[in-house]
């Protein structure tokens, strides 16, 4: 009698810890899901403002069309590649954030030519929409620096035991980082 008492106590026990583990990583999942609609939030407001800059830099300048026209499919690349928050894997992540760093090269691009332009470069709505570009590339920096903290607690927590043996029955996986770009660990050649 004593026996079954005790049994059901450590599987009452065991099972409020279980619940206690699996809660916790429900948390943190929600955190990591959170923060990635950051970043999502962060890349969309720049992709609202380059139709924006586009328009001033054709109004303001006899511009190449080249370049706005690569800004343009960059642009149209990048907002196609959504990526699920329950399905953050590393090869989703890494497909999202190539195609952000196109647009970005892309703007690079646009706004290094655009010092050829005195008169672009006097305009106040392009100083405008430049200020806010910047801004907005602050933005997506803090926001990917956060869900990359988010997601170092998650899979830490996935990982570890005990908690990677309650994971792995309900399904926790764990999520990919954001990444520097391949090449960023060179600084770049400044020729004047």
Same mark, same amino acid.
């Given at each position: 009698?004593?026996?079954?008492?005790?049994?059901?106590?450590?599987?009452?026990?065991?099972?409020?810890?279980?619940?206690?583990?699996?809660?916790?990583?429900?948390?943190?999942?929600?955190?990591?899901?959170?923060?990635?609609?950051?970043?999502?939030?962060?890349?969309?407001?720049?992709?609202?403002?380059?139709?924006?800059?586009?328009?001033?830099?054709?109004?303001?300048?006899?511009?190449?069309?080249?370049?706005?026209?690569?800004?343009?499919?960059?642009?149209?690349?990048?907002?196609?590649?959504?990526?699920?928050?329950?399905?953050?894997?590393?090869e989703k992540?890494?497909?999202?954030?190539?195609?952000?760093? !196109?647009?970005?090269?892309? #703007?690079?691009?646009? &706004?290094?030519?655009? =010092? +050829?332009?005195?008169?672009?470069?006097? *305009? !106040?709505n392009f100083?405008? #929409?430049?200020?806010? &570009?910047?801004?907005? =590339? +602050?933005?997506?920096?803090?926001?990917? *620096?956060?869900?990359?903290?988010?997601v170092n607690?998650?899979?830490?927590?996935?990982?570890?035991?005990?908690?990677?043996?309650?994971?792995?029955?309900?399904?926790?996986?764990?999520?990919?980082?954001?990444?520097?770009?391949?090449?960023?660990?060179?600084?770049?050649?400044?020729?004047?």
């Amino acid at each position: 009698m004593k026996t079954g008492i005790i049994v059901i106590i450590v599987v009452v026990l065991l099972g409020m810890f279980g619940c206690g583990k699996y809660n916790g990583l429900v948390k943190q999942d929600e955190n990591v899901k959170n923060k990635w609609g950051v970043v999502q939030s962060s890349y969309q407001r720049r992709a609202d403002l380059i139709p924006n800059l586009v328009s001033t830099v054709k109004g303001a300048a006899n511009f190449e069309t080249e370049t706005l026209t690569k800004v343009m499919e960059a642009r149209a690349s990048a907002t196609q590649i959504k990526v699920d928050a329950s399905d953050l894997s590393p090869e989703k992540i890494q497909q999202y954030q190539a195609a952000q760093g !196109q647009l970005s090269q892309a #703007l690079g691009r646009l &706004l290094a030519v655009s =010092e +050829n332009y005195p008169e672009l470069k006097a *305009n !106040q709505n392009f100083l405008n #929409l430049q200020a806010q &570009l910047e801004g907005t =590339e +602050n933005r997506i920096n803090v926001a990917r *620096n956060d869900f990359n903290d988010a997601v170092n607690g998650y899979n830490s927590n996935v990982r570890t035991f005990p908690n990677n043996i309650i994971a792995g029955i309900t399904g926790f996986k764990q999520k990919g980082y954001f990444e520097a770009q391949a090449g960023s660990d060179k600084a770049p050649e400044v020729k004047f």
